[in-house]
């Protein structure tokens, strides 16, 4: 309900005359945290750029001082069939992640708003419990549970008789290794949408479900029509943030394959970092970053242009 | 406002002509209904629930139960060998110090300048507010990933490579945009007429703003804290590239590291996999009520 009560702007603080010192004053506040952001994230984004138009090897490392290249390293780039593989594997895996995690994070969701008050507060704290588990513990974790030896993954798999997964090795084949790392994400990532979901449900007016369900709307419908609409700012901002972690993920499979992926399991961070600290070419790793934002950007664009223009209205 | 109750009070006329008619029938049905949704809640929390469980579980198992190719579901004898081989692995204290310094210092910071910024975008109207708010959404669409390079070129140049000072500025930063447009939802989120009250009994602003305005704005602190806690305490990439010596790593370093060259030994992993994710569990669990409403003053606030 409180969504469409528009944020207090105390635009008197500002006209009130003689306060020079009230004027001034907003800018002093927002001034440490620009001063952060910028130093620490806006000018290495610059930095970035430069650097992706070099060749920056150890060499120039050590003497601080690149050779310009233009668009060389882009043009080795975008002719390296090793990257089009990357991008379209990354940008895969991001798909199936969002989108099992959208799924399946509305749908317990859902479930919390219709299972009795003890049973909420289990599911919640289960939630919660997943979510302050580090993602370097839950990759040990699914290491373990996916071992081929001794994992509880290939004994229950075999007792439950879908098949005999003794001594299976899961990333083998990069196709079944992908769907251990998609469970991997997926797990860790349905706690936070999930309760970001569930809040969101809390603010629909009852009143309004009812109403649609007394007029004859299907669960379906009145999901469909009623509540997804007045979702719709916070699935944007899930889906957004979603895609963005799911982009650029890094930690899953770079310890899940005792960081020394084979190049079946790069994703774009893993194939960037590798050509940077691996191989020492600063240039090119820059370069595939910057590809990376620049794809990243064009994704995410829809998302962030409609999140903005919600909070615009508000 | 009258619209709505009156609204309320034919659905409650509805509701009670429904419940006259076919009252036995639907309460029925609706328990069997109930029933399945419980079952299907509690499903959903054993799956979630089940790996951390197994962590736990292997932590707790002596090295022949935990090698066995049809497992134990509960460890049972208990042994706390595999804690002290996780604990008396080199630089395992040194981690935590590091850890905690890290995470202490950065929260503190961050909480200060991102309040700070929460009250000048909640409360004054300035030129350049929606481009700073536009500024601090659009920082969070960059991956840390990509900064990795220039930001370690950059702190090599300064010399805080492998120093936890560029650690804490590098999780500072990335941290701070969330926490900027979270707390700035809690402090739209109050009334300004309460501090303007405030004055008229003769406080003044600043006086007005500690007394009223930061008392309520607590939760907003707490829940910010949680989310830059959980992210700094987790972050493994960029402790990973800039710190290279091993007493200088975090805990999330030194877990990565863990594997031997003989393979993983499960038992004392899984130790220190508890041990690492301990102290966010505890701190989350503390302060978790206050979360999900923190979350949606930062979302829907807009």
Redesign the interface.
């Known amino acids: 309900m409180d969504?469409a009560i528009a944020?207090?702007?105390?635009?008197p603080?500002?006209t009130r005359p003689g306060l020079f010192r009230?004027?001034l004053?907003?800018?002093a506040?927002?001034i440490?945290?620009?001063a952060?952001?910028g130093?620490?994230?806006?000018?290495?984004?610059g930095?970035?750029i430069w650097?992706s138009l070099q060749h920056y090897g150890l060499r120039e490392?050590i003497q601080?001082q690149g050779d310009w290249v233009g668009l060389g390293n882009y043009g080795a780039i975008l002719v390296d069939p090793l990257f089009h593989q990357v991008i379209v594997r990354t940008l895969l895996f991001t798909f199936a992640c969002v989108a099992l995690t959208v799924v399946l994070s509305t749908l317990?969701a859902l479930?919390?708003q219709?299972?009795?008050r003890v049973?909420?507060v289990?599911?919640m704290?289960?939630?919660?419990?997943?979510?302050?588990?580090?993602?370097?513990?839950?990759v040990?974790?699914?290491?373990?549970?996916f071992?081929y030896?001794?994992g509880?993954i290939n004994?229950l798999l075999t007792q439950l008789h879908v098949g005999n997964f003794?001594h299976h090795n899961w990333f083998d084949n990069p196709l079944q290794g992908w769907s251990v790392l998609v469970v991997v994400v997926v797990?860790g990532a349905?706690?936070f949408v999930t309760?970001?979901v569930?809040?969101?449900l809390l603010?629909v007016p009852s009143?309004l479900v009812?109403?649609a369900q007394?007029d004859g709307a299907g669960p379906w419908q009145s999901f469909r029509y009623v509540t997804a609409p007045m979702l719709k700012?916070?699935f944007l901002?899930v889906i957004c943030?979603s895609t963005?972690w799911d982009?650029?993920v890094?930690?899953q499979p770079?310890?899940l394959l005792?960081?020394r992926p084979s190049a079946d399991y790069y994703t774009i961070?893993i194939y960037?970092?590798r050509e940077?600290?691996g191989v020492t070419q600063?240039g090119l790793?820059?370069s595939i970053?910057?590809l990376?934002?620049i794809v990243?950007?064009i994704v995410?664009l829809f998302y962030?242009r409609e999140?903005?223009k919600?909070?615009?209205?508000? | 406002m009258i619209a709505?109750e009156a609204?309320?009070g034919v659905?409650a006329g509805?509701v009670r002509a429904a419940t006259r008619t076919a009252a036995a029938a639907t309460r029925s049905w609706r328990r069997v209904r109930?029933l399945a949704?419980?079952v299907?809640?509690?499903a959903?929390?054993?799956v979630?629930?089940f790996?951390?469980y197994?962590?736990v579980a292997?932590a707790f198992k002596p090295g022949v139960d935990?090698?066995?190719?049809?497992?134990k579901w509960f460890p049972n004898p208990i042994t706390f060998q595999n804690f002290q081989d996780a604990i008396e692995r080199p630089f395992f204290l040194d981690d935590v110090r590091n850890s905690l310094v890290i995470v202490g210092v950065m929260l503190v910071l961050a909480l200060?300048?991102?309040f700070?910024?929460a009250?000048?975008?909640?409360?004054?109207?300035?030129k350049?507010?929606n481009a700073?708010?536009?500024?601090?959404?659009?920082?969070?669409?960059?991956?840390?990933?990509?900064?990795?390079?220039?930001?370690y070129?950059?702190l090599?140049?300064v010399g805080q490579t492998d120093a936890l000072a560029g650690v804490i500025?590098?999780y500072?930063?990335?941290v701070?945009?969330f926490m900027?447009w979270t707390l700035r939802?809690f402090v739209?989120?109050i009334?300004?007429e309460l501090e303007e009250s405030a004055m008229i009994d003769g406080c003044t602003?600043v006086g007005a703003f500690f007394r009223i305005t930061f008392p309520l704005v607590g939760p907003g602190l707490v829940a910010t804290a949680i989310f830059g806690f959980?992210q700094a305490?987790?972050e493994?990439?960029v402790a990973y590239?800039l710190l290279s010596s091993p007493n200088n790593q975090t805990l999330?370093v030194w877990?990565?590291?863990?594997?031997t060259n003989h393979g993983?030994q499960?038992g004392p992993?899984?130790a220190a996999?508890?041990l690492?994710?301990l102290p966010?569990?505890a701190?989350?669990?503390v302060l978790?009520r206050y979360?999900?409403?923190g979350?949606?003053a930062g979302?829907?606030?807009?």
């Open positions: 969504m944020p207090p702007d105390l635009e603080a500002s009230t004027r004053l907003p800018y506040l927002v440490p945290s620009v952060v952001i130093g620490i994230l806006a000018f290495p984004l930095m970035l650097l490392l601080h317990v479930l919390l219709r299972v009795s049973v909420r289990i599911v704290s289960s939630l919660v419990f997943v979510w302050a588990t580090p993602v370097i513990v839950s040990d974790i699914w290491q373990w549970m071992d030896e001794f509880i004994y003794i797990w349905i706690p309760i970001t569930f809040a969101g603010q009143d009812d109403a007394v700012p916070i901002i943030l963005i982009f650029g890094f930690n770079y310890v005792n960081q961070a960037s970092y940077s600290f600063y790793g820059a970053a910057v990376m934002v990243l950007v995410t962030v999140t903005l919600v909070a615009e209205i508000q | 709505r609204a309320q659905r509805r109930q949704y419980d299907t809640g509690l959903v929390a054993v979630m629930l790996p951390i197994w962590m292997t935990i090698l066995r190719l049809e497992p200060l300048i991102a700070l910024a009250v000048a975008t909640a409360r004054f109207g300035f350049g507010r700073y708010l536009v500024m601090i959404i659009g920082v969070q669409m960059v991956p840390l990933n990509a900064l990795i390079i220039p930001l070129l950059m090599d140049r500025a590098v500072l930063a990335v701070l945009p900027v939802g739209a989120n009334p300004a602003r959980i305490w987790n493994y990439i590239v999330t877990l990565a590291s863990f594997t993983p499960w992993l899984m996999a508890t690492t994710g966010v569990v701190f989350f669990l978790q979360l999900a409403g979350l949606t979302a829907v606030k807009g």
